[in-house]
């Protein structure tokens, strides 16, 4: 006991001893923790914001705006509010001394205001030279316009003079002095007048032109320059207009060159064009030395943070190497004692003291002198909670800040060195960017090529995508079209009911993206018909009011008031933005309802279409984008009411190209409005057409020429449900073989065929017979169908077949009297005797006067040619073929391009007649629904 207790009493008086000394340590180390390593951590973090404020100074220097200016600015002072704020920390601690820090950044704000001051002032002047500069165009073109009259009236008076020689020299007298001397006056005056005003105009001209080369001048000499150019233009304008005639005009045209700079420029302009122009380019000179002394500046704070932040850390080693320095007199005194009572128990302490102290501290102190020289070591895990465990944890925290700082400092290395590369890359830019302009005018024609090769691209992807995606849809429309006809259950009817919903939908997705791809390629063009706008209206109100009243809502639709004339315009097309307008109002309503009212403008002709909803409204900053290709509201809008973003798009181009305008009206949560405003040709009211859905025969012969089997089904399944014979060829070849083998009333033939193609197999049977050819594609851009019209084509539908438009057009050519639609308002006019007799008679003509047309054209019998055209133009005009009448005009007139294309019309035309008339002579037709 005695030699524990003496044993113990060592261990006790040296811990006694070592406790206050480490509580020193501890203390120390704690406050190195605590204090001294976030403040490097924070001081380091200023050279970082002193990098954005470089980074982000040139875009303040490019702002073109009041409110970017603002924002650019707002965002260098908050990040330099955020370095003072780390730096203000430090004023008053021991730490380092950050005064100079704090002076240096005071000198980067200052910097960052002045480029903004003079970023406002160059946004200022900028302003202020656009409107002198469209103040002095104004005036440049009244100018030239006063040249111009001054130009007419010269060369009327030289032409007087020049008529009064004629009349003089056709006179009996022959006056040779009054002729001579008018001559004197033609050379020595009116010529010399007409010279003058010429080269006034011309001068006039070249004043508008030099101006608009002020905004883009980069240089005060080249200002200078282009000044001088303008005066001595404007000088010799000047000259110009003191022999004019006529005084009203000079003294205009005096004030207009003083606006234009040969006077004083009167308040508040204190600067004329040129003037302001300059101080533009001062100021462009000054934001770039501004530019440098903000980055000097920056350059200063981050040497002035770096040097503190050096300060800082030297005395966080210096505490740390005073630390060591304790903790070894601790180890020293812990080995004195424990040697003095290694004679007693050392068998009984030694492992003890040299496990549970020694070793810990040896770690811990090893530890402590690598992170001074700047070495890596293990992490450090404190175990237990006494002093030598918080040395420990203080101990494993600076070696994590330590690791920290040194990924700080190679970072800030990096960061260093990129900036001096992106400042040599953009040098380097800056060269190549002025080798590019050089050569830009060269690759001008190469850069062309590219952009209709790209465009013809375009055109044959858009047009082999369409044909193929239409072929598919085409055949699942019209299978969920057949299933549709059996006996369903009322389940499998209704869910029928959403796959054909969601496939007429994906079609609509189909022909909007279509319809965009040929308004972007400029492949749409307008069609001139007469309409009524009540039927639109009703079409509109038929098509969406089951849609309405799904959802609940009530739709309205209101025409003008009284009579309104039947209009000359594209109806389709307005029928189509219409449709547009009223879907998306009745997308974005959930309750309430939508009206259309349609409204008379100032002139005869112009309406105002109206959609209005109480839907949720269109956000300010979106009225304006929601018209452009793929925008939507938002995103939240795009993912709860789906759409491609194309219909207002869409609207908005068809309108423009009809010569209108759409717009849009709204606040948020009380409903929107659009306005489209258009024109229209109001026409007499034309005659009532004989209705052609009376004409289809429940028994047609047809022959379907379609190669993809989904596709043969879907046609022949609705062909027969109307009651026709069908029979089906594969390809070209097939059908002309068949034609010949079997008696048709007309052919359904598809445009892509596997071996012959549609076109070609349709010239084929127009050289064979009469039949009557409907094409069927999925090519319906106009270029395509005009090819198939031109090869023979009657008619051309597109994919996927809709049943009413495909019996619309077999009761338009080939119903059972086969009358075509040519001969069908001569029918209603006159009766079936005497149009019977017309048509013959017309045949008649035709078989002996086309032969002799034609061979006065190629003889080049210019009047043979006039005459027989004349003739054949006023006996077409008996039937309604405004194409062949335009085309016999035309050749009439001698245009060479209508003498192509007036054979295979006048074969058309031919074969229209031939089956008309033998319709007529069977009487097999029925009479028009009433």
Not at 98 to 117: D, F, K, S, Y
Not at 269 to 290: C, K, M, N, P, W
Not at 524 to 537: C, K, Y
Not at 635 to 659: K, N, P, Q, V
Request: net charge negative.
């Amino acid at each position: 006991m005695l030699a524990i207790a003496v044993i113990a009493s060592f261990p006790a008086t040296t811990a006694v001893l070592g406790w206050f000394e480490l509580q020193d340590v501890a203390r120390t180390q704690s406050r190195l923790v605590t204090e001294a390593i976030p403040a490097i951590s924070e001081v380091r973090a200023v050279a970082e914001g002193t990098s954005r404020v470089v980074a982000v100074a040139p875009e303040l220097a490019a702002v073109s705006t009041e409110a970017q200016r603002a924002e650019r600015s707002e965002f260098l002072m908050a990040q330099v509010d955020a370095l003072r704020s780390r730096l203000a920390r430090y004023s008053t601690g021991s730490e380092g001394n950050p005064l100079e820090a704090l002076a240096a950044e005071q000198q980067v704000r200052a910097a960052i205001r002045g480029l903004e001051r003079l970023v406002g002032q160059r946004i200022s002047l900028i302003a202020r030279r656009d409107v002198q500069l469209q103040d002095g165009l104004a005036a440049a073109r009244e100018l030239t316009e006063i040249s111009d009259t001054l130009v007419a009236n010269a060369e009327m008076g030289t032409a007087a003079v020049i008529s009064n020689l004629y009349e003089i020299e056709a006179g009996e007298s022959g006056d040779r002095e009054a002729r001579l001397e008018a001559l004197d006056k033609l050379i020595e005056v009116d010529l010399f007048q007409l010279g003058l005003m010429t080269e006034m105009r011309a001068h006039s001209a070249e004043i508008g032109l030099l101006l608009n080369r002020v905004a883009a001048v980069a240089s005060p000499d080249e200002l200078a320059a282009l000044r001088e150019e303008l005066n001595g233009r404007l000088k010799v304008v000047t000259r110009r207009i003191v022999a004019v005639n006529d005084p009203r005009r000079a003294d205009r045209a005096l004030a207009l060159l003083r606006r234009l700079g040969t006077g004083t420029p009167a308040p508040p302009q204190s600067d004329g064009l040129f003037e302001t122009a300059g101080e533009v380019l001062d100021l462009d000179r000054r934001i770039d030395a501004a530019q440098g002394e903000l980055r000097d500046a920056a350059e200063a704070l981050e040497q002035a943070a770096s040097e503190l932040a050096d300060q800082i850390e030297a005395r966080a080693v210096t505490a740390g190497a005073l630390a060591a320095e304790a903790i070894a007199a601790t180890q020293r005194l812990y080995a004195l004692s424990s040697i003095l009572a290694l004679a007693l128990s050392l068998a009984v302490f030694w492992f003890y003291v040299r496990g549970n102290v020694i070793r810990r501290l040896d770690r811990l102190s090893a530890g402590m002198f690598s992170l001074a020289e700047g070495e890596e070591i293990a992490p450090i895990i404190p175990k237990g909670r006494d002093e030598i465990a918080r040395m420990e944890g203080a101990v494993e925290f600076f070696r994590r800040q330590s690791l920290a700082n040194r990924a700080f400092e190679e970072e800030r290395g990096r960061h260093l060195i990129e900036l001096q590369a992106h400042r040599n890359e953009l040098q380097r830019l800056v060269d190549e960017r002025t080798a590019q302009l050089r050569g830009e005018v060269a690759a001008h024609d190469a850069a062309r090529a590219r952009a209709e090769h790209a465009d013809r691209a375009k055109t044959d992807f858009l047009a082999m995508m369409s044909h193929e995606v239409r072929t598919a849809m085409n055949g699942v429309l019209g299978m969920l079209r057949g299933i549709g006809r059996g006996r369903l259950q009322a389940r499998q009817k209704a869910q029928l009911d959403v796959a054909l919903a969601s496939g007429e939908s994906l079609m609509g997705v189909l022909n909007s993206i279509l319809d965009h791809s040929k308004l972007e390629g400029g492949m749409v063009a307008l069609e001139e018909v007469p309409f009524q706008l009540s039927a639109v209206l009703k079409d509109v109100e038929l098509l969406m009011g089951p849609i309405a009243d799904e959802k609940g809502l009530q739709l309205k639709v209101t025409g003008p008031e009284g009579a309104q004339p039947h209009l000359q315009g594209d109806a389709g097309k307005l029928r189509q933005i219409l449709f547009n307008l009223v879907s998306n109002a009745l997308k974005f309503t959930d309750e309430g309802g939508v009206t259309l009212s349609v409204t008379e403008l100032g002139g005869l002709g112009r309406y105002r279409f109206s959609v209005c909803d109480s839907g949720k409204g269109i956000a300010p900053e979106a009225l304006e984008r929601i018209f452009a290709p793929f925008e939507q509201e938002d995103a939240e809008t795009a993912r709860h009411f789906g759409g491609t973003g194309l219909g207002l798009s869409i609207s908005r181009r068809l309108t423009d190209l009809m010569g209108g305008s759409l717009t849009v009206e709204s606040k948020l949560g009380q409903g929107a409005t659009f306005h489209l405003d258009l024109g229209f040709s109001p026409i007499v009211a034309p005659k009532a057409a004989v209705a052609t859905a009376s004409l289809v025969s429940p028994a047609l012969r047809l022959l379907v020429v379609e190669d993809h089997p989904v596709n043969q089904t879907v046609i022949q399944n609705c062909l027969e449900e109307m009651g026709h014979s069908v029979t089906i060829a594969g390809s070209g070849q097939a059908a002309l073989n068949l034609v010949t083998q079997a008696d048709f009333d007309a052919v359904l033939m598809d445009v892509s065929l596997p071996d012959v193609s549609g076109i070609e197999v349709t010239r084929q049977l127009r050289d064979e017979t009469q039949l009557p050819v409907i094409g069927i594609s999925a090519h319906v851009q106009p270029r395509d169908i005009a090819a198939c019209r031109e090869a023979g084509m009657v008619e051309v539908l597109p994919k996927p077949i809709i049943p009413a438009r495909l019996a619309e057009a077999l009761g338009r050519y080939c119903g059972r009297a086969g009358i075509a639609a040519s001969v069908s308002s001569t029918l209603a006019d006159l009766g079936p005797d005497r149009t019977q007799a017309l048509v013959s008679l017309m045949l008649d003509r035709m078989d002996s006067e086309v032969p002799d047309l034609m061979q006065a054209i190629s003889q080049g019998r210019h009047a043979d040619r006039a005459r027989i055209a004349h003739q054949l133009k006023g006996a077409i005009g008996n039937f309604d073929m405004p194409q062949l009448v335009s085309l016999l005009a035309a050749v009439e007139a001698g245009d060479k391009r209508a003498e192509d294309e007036l054979i295979p019309a006048l074969k058309q035309a031919q074969a229209e007649l031939h089956r008309s008339l033998a319709a007529l002579q069977s009487q097999s037709f029925m009479p028009a629904a009433q």
